[in-house]
């Protein structure tokens, strides 16, 4: 087959562009990409090799190598993992398949500093593109493990890329970048340098499970037969299985980084061993920063499955719930079959016991959070709060678990966020019920003519402005006793206390009224469905109450946005 020349899809050819003049300052985390893919390559072998075992392929010695040339400039990653056919190097190669990289692109052509920049390329985990940060030219040479045709795909980052097929490709993927020219002033960048690569090997890529080899080169001194020894650069430890003192808080974040695909740090690490009957170890990760499309329906959700050490799966989604798709991480279950499918996890006892140990595990943590590090604690809850909510509607079995840590704008501050326990210590004498008002915005919210008796007598009320707000409170109810009561629903009646008089007065205003509020229900008839006197206003003439149990639009939104 001659070679053919393809176009980069828009999205692809513009994410190039960025490498090219990268605007990502730490260029070392290429390898790290490309070590990523290679080590994902090996797993994905291992796996099929194990479901499948007459597929065609060699396991005896899966490994990654790493190889420089000083005097070609070029710098190698080969793996003889499962490798991509002809079709997939095109399809997986020359587009990019994440629905948020158009999204991506748009902020980060807003964002106005290098740091935002750096964040959101950190978000979307550009990859095997990265690679063009440090080469001007890059060459892919791989053969899908079963088949025996090899192909070769090249570009030079701009607006195309070439394929052909090559007959003598080992089984697996190399990369080769043809490294941009030696800067004299900037030693820091020198790939060539087996020091170098060490360096960034050990830094980002020390808890991979594969041996990543470096041939030295061979040394012009030495006598000219004996071939160097391949050195291993990396320990090889999941660090999942290794006591915690053993491991450091830098190592923690590389994994986290490698399996999130995020460059920042994490917000914090959780552990957490079963032993027994269904043995487990798990490390799972609440990032700092919720990623842009937390609230589509493409978002993967879920950690990664392991069983005894061998990577099954990515977003395992049997493992957290729904309102927990936000974490990342690791587990490593003991008595699964390598065979487990995603049906069968779903049903399976033992996972949902898992499900609910990691669930409340998460939800303690944040509590922790919040009596130890109000700092951390508003990170998340900023970051997280909206989609932990969505457990109060589909978790009963924790929701008094999540009400202990969620916080709320309210009218008693204008920037400090209230507990429910906070309200209910301020609550005023004689008053039964915590109120609130769902809307757009706190602005919105503020001047609805609902909130000017509450202001007058100095009540407080929530301010919710998440759609999932409206559907929480009706789920949840109440919390210690006390109903959460919508000023906008159903009669108030904010004197407690009935008093006689009071209530001789507003009978006798409702004769003297009677005429007119007939005749404004019959002009209404339409749109309402009766009118009646207010004791809730104190300024506006009238306002619109719905009734106790209606429902509003941005309901609609939210269960779409949850995927229901
Ligand atoms: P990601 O790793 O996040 O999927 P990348 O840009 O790093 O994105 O890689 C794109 C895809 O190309 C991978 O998902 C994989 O299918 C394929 N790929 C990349 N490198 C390799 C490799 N060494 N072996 C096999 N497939 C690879
Ligand atoms: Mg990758």
Redo the contacts with the bound molecule.
């Keep these: 087959m001659p070679t053919e020349t393809f176009e980069f899809q828009v999205e692809a050819r513009q994410l190039l562009q960025l490498m090219i003049h990268s605007v990502y300052s730490n260029k070392d985390v290429f390898l790290r ?1 490309l070590v ?3 080590s ?2 090996l797993d994905k072998l291992r796996l099929e090799k194990l479901r499948d075992d007459a597929l065609d392929a060699e396991v005896s010695d899966l490994h990654i190598e790493i190889d420089v040339d000083k005097e070609a400039r070029t710098l190698t990653v080969r ?1 003889n ?4 056919s002809y079709e997939e190097v095109g399809k ?2 020359g587009t990019i398949a994440n629905s948020g990289t158009a999204t991506f692109l748009k902020d980060l052509k807003e964002a106005q500093d290098e740091a935002g920049a750096e964040g959101l390329i950190g978000q979307f ?5 990265s690679g063009f940060m440090a080469a001007d030219e890059m060459t892919l040479v ?1 053969r899908r493990a079963g088949e025996t045709q090899g192909t070769r795909w090249t570009s030079r980052g701009e607006a195309t890329y070439t394929l052909e097929t090559v007959d003598d490709a080992p089984q ?2 190399s ?1 080769t970048l043809h490294l941009k020219p030696a800067d004299p002033e900037n030693q820091l960048h020198d790939y060539t340098s087996p020091w170098k690569i060490r360096e960034i090997v050990k830094r980002y890529s020390d808890f991979i499970t594969w041996p990543i080899r470096m041939v030295p080169e061979a040394d012009a001194s030495a006598d000219g037969d004996s071939t160097p020894e391949p050195e291993t650069l990396n320990s090889m430890k999941a660090l999942w299985a290794r006591s915690r003192s053993e491991v450091s808080d830098d190592e923690y974040h590389e994994l986290y980084k490698h399996i999130s ?1 995020d460059w920042r740090e994490p917000l914090e690490t959780i552990r957490l061993q079963a032993e027994g009957t269904f043995e487990y170890q798990s490390l799972l990760f609440i990032p700092s920063h919720a990623p842009h499309d937390l609230f589509t329906r493409e978002f993967k959700r879920g950690v990664q499955l392991y069983v005894k050490r061998v990577f099954i799966m990515d977003d395992c989604e049997a493992l957290l719930p729904p309102y927990l798709r936000f974490v990342k991480g690791v587990v490593d279950a003991a008595d699964l079959s390598l065979n487990v499918s995603r049906e069968i996890l779903q049903q399976d006892r033992h996972i949902l016991m898992m499900q609910r140990r990691l669930t409340k595990k998460v939800l303690s943590t944040v509590k922790d959070f919040m009596t130890k590090d109000a700092d951390r604690y508003a990170t998340f809850w900023r970051e997280f709060g909206t989609v932990l909510k969505e457990g109060l509607v589909t978790d009963s079995e924790n929701s008094e678990a999540i009400l202990a840590v969620a916080s709320f704008a309210t009218t008693h501050s204008d920037d400090e966020p209230t507990t429910l326990a906070g309200y209910v210590e301020r609550m005023k004498d004689g008053q039964d019920d915590i109120y609130y008002l769902t809307g757009d915005s706190r602005q919105s919210i503020e001047n609805s003519p609902h909130m000017e008796a509450f202001r007058d007598k100095g009540i407080e009320v929530l301010l919710l402005t998440d759609a999932v707000d409206e559907v929480w409170v009706d789920a949840v109810g109440e919390y210690e006793g006390k109903k959460l009561r919508s000023v906008a629903k159903g009669e108030i009646d904010l004197d407690g206390e009935k008093d006689e008089k009071a209530d001789g007065e507003r009978a006798k205003q409702a004769e003297d009224y009677a005429g007119l509020l007939g005749w404004m229900g019959e002009q209404l008839e339409a749109d309402i469905k009766e009118v009646r006197l207010s004791t809730r206003l104190t300024v506006s003439p009238a306002c619109v109450v719905s009734d106790a149990h209606d429902l509003t639009p941005a309901l609609e939104q939210m269960y779409r946005a949850m995927g229901q």
């Design positions: 990409e990523s893919n290679a994902d390559a793996d993992g499962i490798g991509m997986l190669i985990g550009v990859g095997f593109y791989t697996g993927t990369v695909h």
